[in-house]
């Protein structure tokens, strides 16, 4: 295929700013779809993705418009799923930036345009919505050449609802976007940048080819993976898959090369041909560096090998999850993952459940703090039971993040009241435009993971957005709260907390298991507890059986001596009896929405 025919792009926006929308416009009038076969959001194929109406995973589909070959690359816009835009940019040249005409430039928008910048790709400007009533197009143009440098005249006023501008969008993008380079007859070189597994062929993986051909029923290399594989399709997504020849330099597309074991085609992995293959693999990308940790374990024990192989599958569709297995004394076997933020891993627990039928439950939320010891070594912890004893801890340091919020003016004070109930401190105040603020805040990590967003939702009627980034570790006073039923702790309860916040926590959680755990034969203390030091104490009433019904009237001596008798009986009872804990006390004592 000639090179001066090809564009390859994403479309990268902010949450619901219309990305999968104009994908949906695009598909249509270039006639990749059929009309009776067209639905909204037709490039997310996952059920979880239509249900949210969020993009979680990237897609990629080919599409012809007059002469010329484009490549589309529709991106998530949550702030969790950056990773996955990341990748997909680096198999284009160019990018088009969907702005909301009724909004305006939100975080991720800023976000996602770095990105686009820090890869050096041309960026095609457009402001989407323009058919809503409350649409102001040429305010917000200024406000794009004020903040991101984008003149006001090169940026284009479109509606992916009605298709209004989409075929001058797509002229700007052949005009606009350059063509890619690459040398046909070089040694080849293809990248992978996203996999699936699919039960009947095995791995699935979008390549983008940067030189040389990559050929069906041809030897390949995957050169991290050092394995040798023979590709069995080569092809592109039209966006029904499409089998070809060859792919040529520029172009996107698929490879199936029948691969069973997951790890061999990881995304950033190098592919190119056994024999008088390319020396050097090209530049993969950087593991991202998971955030939020928890334990995911599975309700029936006897699933432990099925969470493996799950965890395994989904990793190569997700390069972002890491685990690791972990045990736990009153939750069994299972595994401690890492995630990039709370709505990825309520999504990943959610794939599991649906995709591979499996029943789990969550542990609290945690992150990763570094432990300074007495004697000098620094530890990383992110599971609450790991931490070292007190007395071996010189101090402990937490990740921090950099906060930035755009919101309207009106909701300042507001946000700026959040912000400092979560230990936050104010780096800088921006005016955007007379409306609109921008806030810098620096905030422990711990503080951000659990409902800071839905908290900053519900404060500013849905206006504000947020963008983070971690910039490192700071000293904190922290403390690990243990809980503690009949004296023995219960480990999937542990966490690790400010000291100022311990007493609060410490109440909430004992007051809640009171609530849940059922009555036994015997008093059962639940005490919240900082290494030796109980803080806080609730206690669960034993069931009584009424001794007493066969004695009326007569002596009080004989009624004294029954439920003396009764009261040694319960104390032996106690000293031997362990506490039934119903699983689903741990499912409702870690509920998130708590």
């Known amino acids: 295929m000639d090179l001066a025919r090809i564009r390859n792009f994403s479309i990268i926006a902010h949450i619901d700013h219309g990305k999968s929308t104009l994908s949906d416009r695009i598909l249509e009038l270039t006639g990749a779809v059929e009309m009776r076969d067209m639905r909204s959001q ?13 993009t979680i995973k990237a897609q990629n589909v080919r599409v012809d418009w007059k002469e010329f070959t484009l490549h589309l690359i529709d991106t998530p816009g949550h702030v969790d799923f950056g990773y996955e835009v990341s990748r997909s940019l680096a198999a284009c040249e160019g990018v088009v930036l969907v702005v909301d005409a009724a909004q305006g430039i939100e975080a991720q928008t800023l976000a996602n345009c770095y990105l686009a910048l820090e890869h050096d790709l041309e960026i095609v400007a457009a402001l989407n919505k323009i058919d809503l009533p409350a649409a102001d197009p040429d305010r917000y143009a200024m406000e794009i050449e004020t903040v991101l440098g984008i003149p006001a005249e090169d940026i284009l006023r479109i509606s992916a609802k009605t298709g209004d501008g989409v075929p001058e969008l797509l002229d700007a993008i052949c005009e606009r976007i350059p063509a890619p380079t690459g040398d046909a007859d070089a040694p080849l070189q293809a990248l992978i940048f996203d996999s699936q597994y699919d039960q009947y062929r095995g791995v699935v993986s979008s390549v983008r080819v940067m030189n040389g051909r990559l ?20 092809g592109a997504r039209r966006p029904v898959i499409t089998p070809m020849a060859e792919l ?30 390319a020396t050097t693999a090209l530049d993969g990308y950087r593991d991202p560096k998971p955030m939020v940790f928890c334990g995911l374990f599975p309700i029936d024990g006897d699933d432990f090998e099925l969470l493996r192989e799950s965890l395994e599958k989904l990793k190569l569709n997700d390069a972002s999850i890491s685990y690791a297995p972990e045990s736990s004394g009153a939750l069994g076997f299972g595994f401690r993952c890492g995630f990039l933020g709370l709505l990825h891993m309520e999504i990943v627990k959610e794939r599991l459940e649906r995709e591979f039928n499996l029943a789990l439950i969550a542990t609290a939320p945690s992150v990763e703090y570094r432990v300074h010891k007495t004697n000098g070594d620094v530890e990383l912890c992110d599971n609450p039971a790991d931490l070292p004893q007190p007395q071996s801890i010189d101090f402990i340091e937490e990740p921090y993040f950099r906060v930035s919020i755009i919101t309207p003016k009106d909701y300042t004070g507001t946000l700026m009241d959040l912000c400092q109930t979560r230990r936050g401190e104010m780096s800088k105040i921006e005016y955007l435009s007379p409306e609109r603020v921008e806030l810098h805040y620096h905030i422990p990590l711990a503080e951000v993971v659990v409902d800071f967003f839905d908290q900053m939702k519900s404060r500013t009627q849905g206006y504000a957005s947020l963008d983070y980034e971690l910039i490192g570790y700071q000293r904190s006073n922290l403390a690990k709260v243990d809980l ?11 966490t690790i907390v400010h000291r100022d916040k311990a007493f609060a926590y410490g109440a909430r959680m004992c007051e809640k298991l009171k609530e849940l755990i059922p009555r036994q034969m015997f008093d059962v ?3 919240a507890a900082i290494g030796g030091k109980v ?26 001596k029954l439920l003396e008798k009764q009261k040694e009986g319960k104390k032996k009872m106690k000293s031997i009896g362990r506490v039934e804990v119903p699983g689903d006390v741990f499912i409702s004592a870690l509920k998130l929405d708590d």
Do not use: W
């Open 484 to 494: 503690l039923l009949n004296g023995i702790p219960a480990d999937a309860f542990s």
């Open 215 to 234: 050929a069906t029923n041809s030897k390949l290399l995957f050169m991290q993976a050092s394995t040798q594989q023979e590709a069995v399709e080569v």
């Open 42 to 54: 037709y490039l997310d194929s996952m059920d979880l993705e239509r249900e949210r109406g969020i």
């Open 525 to 527: 203390p639940i005490q």
């Open 248 to 277: 040529g330099p520029g172009e996107v597309g698929y490879l199936i090369a029948g691969i069973k074991d997951v790890g061999q085609a990881r995304s950033g992995e190098t592919v190119t041909t056994f024999h008088h293959g």
């Open 535 to 560: 803080i806080a104490r609730e206690t669960v009433k034993a069931k009584r059986k009424d001794v007493l019904a066969k004695c009326y009237g007569g002596d009080i001596t004989r009624k004294r």
